[in-house]
């Protein structure tokens, strides 16, 4: 895996629900004739407010992840990784560019910007 979009924001005030297309991307190259899958786990069970001081969380199941153009989100985990992408067959030579999107629904929290470390994984099968 190459090429991994190092970050990405999502912007918007409580009570709404935030879309952003292709927020992050990748680069999947495998030799292996069985094909790969690509995943996706948050680190956390919450998104955590930078400020300190600041007590209020987001479950990270709020945040929802899609492979680009495909229905529907699913909702992310700590203590499982969502499929974002499997197939049956080896990547092209130079690789396979995956995109995927994300949604957060924001519930009322204090106006701050909350955090989560998300994992990327390929994986032959």
Do not use: C, W
């Amino acid at each position: 895996m190459s090429d991994l979009t190092p970050g990405f924001q999502l912007d918007g005030s409580p009570n709404q629900v935030v879309f952003r297309e292709g927020a992050v991307t990748l680069r999947v190259r495998t030799p292996d004739r069985d094909g790969y899958s690509v995943s996706v786990r948050a680190e956390n069970a919450a998104m955590r407010p930078v400020r300190g001081g600041n007590p209020d969380r987001i479950p990270v199941d709020r945040l929802a992840v899609r492979k680009t153009g495909t229905e529907p989100f699913q909702p992310l985990s700590s203590s499982s990784a969502v499929t974002v992408h499997a197939q049956s067959t080896r990547s092209a030579p130079r690789g396979d560019d995956i995109s995927t999107d994300y949604r957060v629904s924001i519930p009322f929290v204090r106006s701050d910007t909350y955090r989560v470390i998300l994992t990327y994984t390929a994986t032959t099968r």
